[in-house]
Structure formats: C-alpha cells, structure tokens
C-alpha cells in the first residue's frame, strides 16, 4: 500500500499558490517642475599676493574685513554670512627647480553670501567687489520650498506611471488594478540656464510650469527656474 499511495501522491500536481498566478505590470513615472529661485547663494574670493608671506596675509585679512563689513551694512544677516576657506600658495613665475624664494604668496579666502532677495542681487555683487572682493567663485539660485515641490514633482511622477501602465495594458487588452509595490528612485533639482535646457537635463513624461516665489527678472539679470524633478517605479496587479 505505501508504494502505491507515494505513486499516488507524486502524479498529483502541486497546488498553484495565488501569488504565481498573479499578473502584473511594472512601469517607471517621471515629472519635472520648474520653479522661480527666491534664494541664491554667492561665493566671493577675496586673492592677495605679495613676495612676503605676512604682507600677501595682512592684505587679505584686511580686504576680508572690509567686505564683510560692507555685506553687513548691505543688510546681510550673520547667519547668513561665512567665511569659507583659506588657502596659501607659493608662486614661482619662471618655475621653481632648484629655488628655495618665490616670487610671490598668494593667498585666497572665500565668503559666502545667501541673499534672500534676489532682486538685489547686482546691487550686492557690486557692493562686494568695491569692498575688496576681486573674484567670484560661484552663482547658486535656490528655493526655500524644495520640499513642497518634490512632494509635488512626486505625485505627479506617481499619476504619470498609473497613465502609462493603463495606456499599455489597454493595448493588449488588460486593466489594470491596485498596486503591488511603488518605489521611489529618486529626485533631483538644477537650474535651467538662459535658453530653457536643464543643465544635465532628464528626459520626463510629466511636466509643469510654476512661478514659484515669483520672478526676480531684471534688465541685465535673469535667474532662471529650478527644475525639481522626481521618479517612481510602480508595479500594478495586471486584471
């Protein structure tokens, strides 16, 4: 009897579990929105150079001083106001093989300055640079509600993968149902430069327009949108 019933028991097929006979389609939603900056961020350098070492120093010190006086005369807050780095280099101007003097220290000293209306933003660089800051390292525009247009940028990447998995599930015939799973694959934010491209640009198929903290556009200043962008990938139940 017991080799009878193994045989038995080894013709009958396994039981199906519901979970391997579930259909399901995966498809990724992207969405970009643009937004007006109401922040931006200034790094100044401030470059000395002297044969010595303690002049090139002093000088610097000196211009530092008087451009943070000045952007605190301009209204900048301390929080918003810092010092960044420092760096000393020795300059040999005809190469430096077998010299132990060179020809000049130079040393640099970076400031960064957030100014939070950016209307004023040429009137500051000029205050800065008569002040005693001599070059500029970097422009960075920014918005102060980043987390409100990703959460945006994110339920709009949401309806845009539902829409596609529809539109492909339509085509073959299907619904689709609930979800399976929805994950997150991240975000990104940049500025669009002059022309209207995202530097690094991201392809999408979801896309608005926002005015943000509205327009700071000027003759001569133009700074641009942020672009915040988001990307899920959702797996729908396939009916």
């Known amino acids: 009897m017991i080799p009878l019933l193994l045989a038995l ?40 150079a002297d044969k010595a070492l303690a002049k090139a120093k002093a000088a610097n010190d000196e211009r530092t001083s008087k451009t943070l006086a000045a952007m605190k005369k301009f209204g900048i807050e301390a929080k918003d106001l810092q010092t960044d780095r420092i760096t000393i280099e020795a300059r ?10 060179p020809d000049a220290y130079v040393v640099r000293r970076a400031v960064v300055v957030t100014l939070r ?55 073959l015939d299907a619904k689709v149902g609930r979800p399976q799973a929805i994950h997150d694959t991240g975000s990104s934010f940049g500025m669009w430069n002059w022309s209207g491209s995202r530097m ?32 899920v990938s959702v797996t729908f139940d396939l009916e």
């Open 9 to 48: 028991l080894a013709a009958t097929p396994a039981a199906t579990s519901p979970e391997m006979t579930r259909r399901s389609i995966t498809v990724s939603g992207t969405a970009e929105i643009r937004v007006a900056p109401n922040l931006v961020q200034l790094m100044l350098a401030i470059e000395t």
């Open 92 to 101: 040999f101007e005809n190469g430096y093989q077998n010299r132990t003097e």
């Open 117 to 171: 209306e950016i209307k004023r933003f040429e009137e500051l660089l000029s205050v800065a640079l008569e002040a005693g800051a001599n070059r500029t390292e970097g422009i960075e525009f920014q918005t102060t509600e980043l987390r409100k247009h990703r959460d945006a940028a994110r339920a709009q990447a949401l309806k845009a993968a539902r829409e596609k998995a529809i539109a492909m599930a339509k085509e």
């Open 200 to 231: 690094g640009g991201m392809q999408q198929n979801a896309f608005q327009g926002s005015s943000g903290g509205g327009s700071a556009e000027s003759e001569g200043f133009a700074p641009g949108q942020i672009a915040v962008s988001a990307n």
